[in-house]
């Protein structure tokens, strides 16, 4: 069976540009997370789907970060304009949608951004 | 809402000594907690977790935690480690009701490098 899966692995864009990270979850996992570790932070939650719609989207930093999941299937995360605080490594996670379950969840290998 | 703190940032060790990461955590409700570890060059994988009953818990490969409630700990531990175990170690927590919905609150991370 697949795990999570990110694209692209990497990214160097210049300030300003715009780019799409996506992810594809596990077969039939209904919930999809989306976070963010900024160099020599912690990993931080940015939202949460399930299935196609956002069930919280709390820790999306501005209004220049645009998350979707058309589908209810994989998902992308587009970053228009880039600024340099953006870079960092974006994880994607996704687990099942049945009690207890959700707990565990299983992430992508990341995307590392970087903002020149 | 929770907060996790891992207390060391690097831990360096020798191979076939033993080891321990600490994690303290703060939440105002019953919480669920989690070791992830990230190899060089490889996504987030879960290595452990408690949810409830014993509250030592082991992994495959050989490392355990144990969840303290009075002192709000879960610290990771291994009696002989291995050249392999070298990675970033998260500790992570959820709260264990409402809304939570698998969202994961992480520390700092604790970079674990074993010297042969």
């Known amino acids: 069976e697949a795990g999570v899966t990110q694209f692209p692995s990497h990214s160097v864009i210049e300030k300003g540009q715009t780019v799409t990270l996506r992810c594809d979850p596990i077969s039939g996992h209904d919930n999809l997370y989306w976070y963010r570790r900024v160099m020599g932070k912690e990993i931080k939650f940015l939202l949460h789907f399930v299935k196609e719609s956002k069930q919280d989207e709390s820790g999306m930093p501005n209004n220049r970060f645009l998350a979707e999941r058309t589908g209810g299937t994989y998902s992308t995360l587009k970053v228009q304009p880039a600024e340099l605080e953006d870079s960092g490594v974006y994880f994607c996670?996704?687990?099942?949608?049945?009690?207890?379950?959700?707990?565990?969840?299983?992430f992508g290998q990341g995307t590392r951004l970087t903002v020149v | 809402a929770q907060s996790v703190t891992q207390l060391d940032s690097q831990v360096p060790v020798f191979e076939e000594a033993p080891v321990e990461l600490r994690c303290n955590y703060s939440?105002?409700?019953?919480?669920?907690l989690f070791w992830y570890v990230q190899y060089p060059n490889q996504g987030l994988q879960l290595l452990l977790k408690?949810?409830?009953?014993?509250?030592l818990v082991e992994s495959i490969n050989g490392f355990e935690a144990e969840f303290n409630k009075s002192q709000t700990s879960f610290h990771l531990r291994k009696p002989s480690v291995h050249i392999s175990d070298t990675a970033e170690y998260f500790c992570?927590?959820?709260?264990?009701?409402?809304?939570?919905?698998?969202?994961?609150?992480f520390g700092q991370g604790t970079i674990l490098t074993v010297h042969p």
């Open positions: 996670a996704s687990s099942p949608l049945h009690p207890r379950a959700w707990v565990e969840a299983f």
């Open positions: 939440s105002s409700v019953s919480v669920y």
């Open positions: 992570a927590v959820i709260g264990a009701g409402g809304t939570s919905y698998g969202k994961l609150t």
């Open positions: 408690y949810l409830s009953g014993s509250t």
